[in-house]
């Protein structure tokens, strides 16, 4: 679906709530806008698939989008879960490789697609805001080896503590932190590699200490 002219300056306004989206020149906001297409996606739906084409630069817009994989065996593994308004799918973006996992709607999902032969042809016309795009991946490489430290050197409660404090930040795409997570403790287990028994008591065992507060299908942060 074609963005509609009425919507850019709404779209604008809540885009700006993204640190990386705010950043950018105004040419570049303008373009991804104006290249960006909707699509509207049921809960279960895929956007993309692992070894998918990568199709473009991407941005939750409404709902939510489970990041993840499935092993051979059947096994799944949750890696990120983005909501409205963090951009994704910057690497297959540069490199033109497949996509490296799956992307699966949360309820129902609008997702903003700026496709990617149309963005590359103006990035190739305007080069000085390659290193927007930059950013972008400079940002996520930044979260990764954050991540990567709290699971080789950390307790399990504190790397839960850290994990939900990232995702309220957006993963560092937000200014103000959200209070409220929607996410269940099983998906949150998948993320941790861990068994939801022992998300489920270093869970309470925080709840306990005054950090947070256990809602279905949500987790309130305190602090």
Known sequence: ???SESLLPTWRAALASDEWFAACSNELQDVLLRLGLLRQLEHGQSLFSRGDSADGLCCVMAGGLYIGAISADGQHAELAYLEPYQWF???GLIDGLPRTHNAVADGETRVLVV???PLLDWLDAHPEHWRELARLVCQKLRVT???????????????????LCLLAQGYGSRGAPRR????GQE?????LGVSRQSVNKALKTLESRGFLRLHYGEIELLE
Do not use: C, D, K, Y
């Not at 080896?145 to 994990?163: H, K, M, N, S, T």
């Not at 409220?180 to 996410?183: G, K, Y």
């Not at 998906?187 to 993320?191: D, K, P």
């Open 1 to 3: 679906m074609p963005t």
């Open 145 to 163: 080896f954050v991540v990567l430290e709290e699971l080789a050197l950390l307790p399990l409660e504190e790397r839960i503590q850290r994990r």
């Open 89 to 91: 799918g910057e690497i």
């Open 180 to 183: 409220r997570i929607r996410l």
């Open 115 to 117: 496709p990617r032969r």
């Open 187 to 191: 998906v949150l287990a998948r993320m």
